[in-house]
């Protein structure tokens, strides 16, 4: 197994701080860090062992739930992307991250019922359609007036070109045109494939083993080569970070989150981070399952929120709207 910690200089605020005032309410106030400020000098702690790994490996490689999941269509690229050219602005790239839109105009009433996933060895696969109005739906999952919001005026089928589970592949797409800008906001017109039933179960234990391991977020990105995966890991304040080592096998590539030093004796407060740690592979994914070695399943592609966990759970990038009073001030309202 290898071990990458190199991880990119966005952290993500996953969960919220236990502060005296919310206590009693079981949540508090959103806290978060920049990975590159410095941090006391840790002892770093041992990766977990990779018997786990192995035995999730075994379990998936040859079997009918990586058959069924090679049949379907799993992306790991943004399904969303900004528009070609980029956000003009910090408010337009938060609405975006809070998935904020308005619709002011008209969307088609009519589509194709089907559409095709066309990789680029040949292979198609022929999925239900997404119309716009359900495409935009699933692009605007927040209606806040008093946070930064996008304005949406229109739409029209295309399509683009996304990394997935079994390579690059070109699939349809809603344009949809945003209020100010040139060059539409593209949302892919599927939804993911069902995952199928894991054949191995979860580890025991919380959210982290005895031996360290830890549950992983969800996949974020991947190199247009499939050569390098980005994935959400956790950690707490007092730590060196999280650290993800890597088991490849023909048939799936295992990842194993742990978290580095943390052994100083300080108080740390209660709160959990995420961060975008990008794997580097020996070679190409195409086609294996990329799979999380806590859980003994794929890992989800969909923002996640943590399980079991009382508070409003969102991937945030701090720099843009984490340290907004808006952003803030809506958490607060969802924690009670």
């Known amino acids: 197994m290898r071990t990458h910690n190199t991880r990119t200089a966005t952290r993500l605020t996953l969960a919220l701080a236990l502060t005296t005032a919310l206590f009693a309410a079981g949540c508090g106030s959103e806290k978060a860090q920049d ?5 006391p000098a840790t002892k770093k702690s041992p990766a977990p062992s990779g018997g786990r790994a192995r035995q999730v490996a075994d379990a998936w490689d040859g079997s009918e739930a990586a058959e069924v999941w090679r049949s379907g269509y799993h992306p790991l690229g943004d399904t969303a992307p900004p528009p ?4 003009h602005s910090n408010d337009d790239r938060t609405a975006h991250l809070l998935e904020n ?5 008209k969307l088609p009433t009519t589509a194709p019922e089907k559409g095709q996933v066309k990789w680029e060895g040949g292979q198609s696969l022929t999925l239900p359609l997404m119309d716009a109005r359900q495409t935009y739906t699933a692009l605007a999952r927040v209606d806040s007036p008093t946070d930064p919001q996008l304005t949406i005026t229109g739409a029209r089928l295309g399509e683009m070109t996304i990394v997935t589970g079994r ?18 906001l593209r949302r892919v017109a599927f939804e993911p494939s069902k995952l199928p039933k894991s054949p191995i179960e979860r580890a025991t ?8 391991l830890s549950q992983l977020g969800r996949v974020v990105g991947a190199s247009e080569d499939g050569r390098s995966v980005t994935v959400v890991a956790y950690h707490g304040s007092c730590d060196d970070g999280p650290v993800v080592d890597v088991l490849e096998t023909d048939g799936s590539v295992v990842l194993s989150a742990s978290v580095a030093g943390g052994s100083t004796g300080e108080i740390c407060d209660a709160v959990l981070l995420g961060e975008k ?20 399943r794929p890992l989800p592609h969909k923002k ?3 399980q079991q966990h009382p508070c409003l759970a969102r991937d945030l990038t701090h720099h843009h709207f ?14 009670h």
């Not at 839109?101 to 105009?105: A, S």
């Open 304 to 306: 996640y929120k943590l």
């Open 84 to 87: 070609e050219g980029g956000w």
């Open 35 to 39: 990975s590159t400020v410095s941090k």
């Open 205 to 212: 234990g919380g959210r982290t083993t005895r031996a360290g």
């Open 277 to 296: 740690v990008t794997v580097k592979l020996d070679r190409p994914l195409d086609g294996r399952v990329l799979l999380d070695a806590f859980m003994g």
């Open 101 to 105: 839109y308005v619709l002011r105009g």
């Open 167 to 184: 390579g690059p592949a070109t699939v349809p797409t809603w344009l949809f045109t945003l209020e100010g800008y040139d060059e539409p």
């Open 322 to 335: 984490a340290e907004s009073l808006a952003f803030r001030q809506r958490i607060n309202r969802n924690a």
